[in-house]
């Protein structure tokens, strides 16, 4: 079976950081991209940073720039998402997602991730 687990989520200050973590199963990891996407209330799904498993080759979207480092650890089939001085425009519902990829290059387009994990919440407050 398929998954992809998403956890460290939690209720963070503003200016704080958090670690986010997908570990994957079920499939084979180093082919794939894997992606953080980010649901915010009432606001479409946007895909905030992904890395390719084989080649290490990353994204950010502007919005996390700076602040957001994504990494992977292939032995234990893990991405992680370390969060830095987060934002209130930083809540949401995180979700990652797999996509099988040979390409270097990243981001893909959101249909073609054929995994999804099930998120986890993110909230900052002031």
């Known amino acids: 079976e398929v998954q992809l687990q998403a956890s460290g989520g939690g209720l963070v200050q503003t200016g704080r950081s958090l670690r986010l973590s997908c570990a994957a199963s079920?499939?084979?990891?180093?082919?794939?991209?894997i992606s953080w996407f980010r649901q915010a209330p009432g606001k479409e799904r946007e895909g905030i940073s992904c890395?390719?498993?084989?080649?290490?080759?990353?994204y950010y979207a502007d919005s996390v720039k700076g602040r957001f480092i994504i990494s992977r650890d292939n032995d234990k089939n893990m991405v992680y998402l370390q969060m830095r001085n987060l934002k209130s425009e930083d809540t949401g519902v995180y979700y990652c997602a797999g996509a099988s990829s040979q390409s270097v290059y990243v981001p893909l387009p959101r249909a073609h991730y054929e995994y999804w994990g099930q998120g986890t919440q993110v909230t900052v407050s002031s």
């Open positions: 890395i390719s498993i084989r080649f290490a080759s990353t």
């Open positions: 079920g499939f084979t990891f180093d082919d794939k991209v």
